[in-house]
């Protein structure tokens, strides 16, 4: 018998993925890294008893030429996850598709009514808005993108012109 190559079930990007890494610039989405930022995001306290304490998943970057309807996904089921750019993506827009995502791996499909978007992840993805960012506002009732991108934007707003005038006395 020869060697055993690889499954006949995974795709050809998959087989890709495992044979040469990605260049940097293949995560870097809004001047965020989106490979260390993930990195960064499974050691927070709130993933520490799930399998992101463990392993890392695959992360694939999407390129669009214009907003989508889905800007990222997940599945728990194969420990992978995607996130879109588009042109005019914000640094809050990657970052909380990131760590939407990656709350979705966590949870998975929880044994509640709205599955995957109830209440146990709306609570998931508060903590760890908290822990990542310390954004900590009232849990939105909805999970449509953009109340924790606009949180972040506001936040990283204000930091630097904060730093920069204590700096200055």
């Known amino acids: 018998m020869g060697a055993v190559g690889p499954r006949e079930t995974e795709s ?3 087989q890709e993925d495992c044979a040469r890494p990605r260049p940097r ?9 989106l490979d260390e930022e993930m ?11 799930g ?13 669009a030429q214009r907003r989508p309807n889905r800007l990222g996904f997940a599945v728990p089921s194969e420990f992978r996850l995607s996130v879109t750019a588009y042109p005019g993506i914000r640094r ?8 939407h995502e990656l709350v979705h791996l966590h949870v998975g499909r929880a044994a509640e009514a709205h599955a995957w978007h109830g209440p146990t992840f709306k609570r998931t993805l508060a903590q760890a808005m908290r822990e990542a960012y310390g954004i900590a506002i009232p849990i939105p009732r909805s999970t449509l993108h953009g109340t924790y991108a606009e949180a972040i934007e506001h936040e990283s707003v204000k930091t630097p012109l904060q ?7």
């Open 12 to 14: 050809r990007g998959a």
């Open 25 to 33: 610039s293949y995560y870097a989405v809004a001047d965020v890294p």
């Open 51 to 63: 399998p992101l304490a463990h392993a890392a998943p695959q992360l694939k970057v999407r390129r």
């Open 39 to 49: 990195e960064r995001l499974r050691g927070l306290p709130v993933f520490a008893s």
């Open 92 to 99: 809050g827009d990657v970052l909380e598709t990131l760590l």
């Open 163 to 169: 730093e920069g005038f204590s700096r200055t006395r």
